[in-house]
């Protein structure tokens, strides 16, 4: 099984938002569906970005990472600057 770490655009307002899962396609799909608290005033949302990994506890350390105030999600949204919507 994989684990996906993933970042979401919002298409109508400016947010993003990042998060894991097992089943990129399901959790993207209830995103949009507005079944998530946390992004359900900000759809529709776009997958932007998302990263593999072979184990759960991988998945979900660098999700906290890009959480983490700092520099790791500044430095992911430079490097997928031609991806996000003007």
């Known amino acids: ?23 990129l396609r399901k959790r993207v799909k209830k995103h949009n569906q507005g079944k998530v608290k946390s992004t359900k005033p900000y759809i529709p949302l776009k997958l932007i970005y998302y990263e593999a990994y072979l184990n759960e506890k991988d998945a979900i350390d660098r999700e906290k990472r890009l959480k983490q105030r700092g ?16």
Do not use: A
């Open 1 to 23: 099984m994989m684990y996906y770490v993933y970042l979401l655009q919002s298409l109508n307002k400016e947010f993003s938002y990042i998060g894991s899962t097992p089943d």
């Open 71 to 86: 520099s790791s999600k500044g430095h992911l949204i430079k490097r997928l600057k031609y991806s996000f919507s003007d």
